[in-house]
């Protein structure tokens, strides 16, 4: 089974057993995750449902990604800027692909007690 989910602001396509690389996520090395953004999910052709789909994930490690050297000059100017910047990153490990979306119950008011509150009021 496959997913198709969308972290950071990019899309990535996951299997079960699936290594990647997204922007920096919390959370400790060895620690499980669910990515609930799911775009798309199906099993080899075949396209399912992803109401109340989620991916679970297991970070494998927080690590920078290789330096990016930022040069900027003007020329006949004697401007000469040189930067650098790493961008930090999360490395997961796709474990399951399934299970059902925890919702948090709302909890319903009963309705006698608000029977009760009618008579008092009227009279």
Known sequence: MFAIVRTGG????????DKIVVEKLEGEAG???????IL??????ELKS????????E????AKA????????RRRHNYRR????????TIL??????????KKAVKAKTAAPAEAEAPAAQA
Do not use: M, P
């Open 50 to 57: 992803v109401e109340g789909l989620t991916v679970s994930a």
């Open 10 to 17: 990019k899309q990535y396509r996951v299997a079960a057993g």
């Open 93 to 102: 490990r796709i474990t399951a692909i399934g299970g059902e979306e925890k």
């Open 40 to 45: 798309l999910a199906g099993e080899g052709s």
């Open 31 to 37: 620690a499980s995750i669910t990515l609930g953004d």
């Open 59 to 62: 970070i494998i490690a927080q």
């Open 66 to 73: 290789e330096k990016i050297i930022v040069f900027k000059k």
């Open 82 to 89: 040189r930067n650098g910047h790493r961008q930090q990153h």
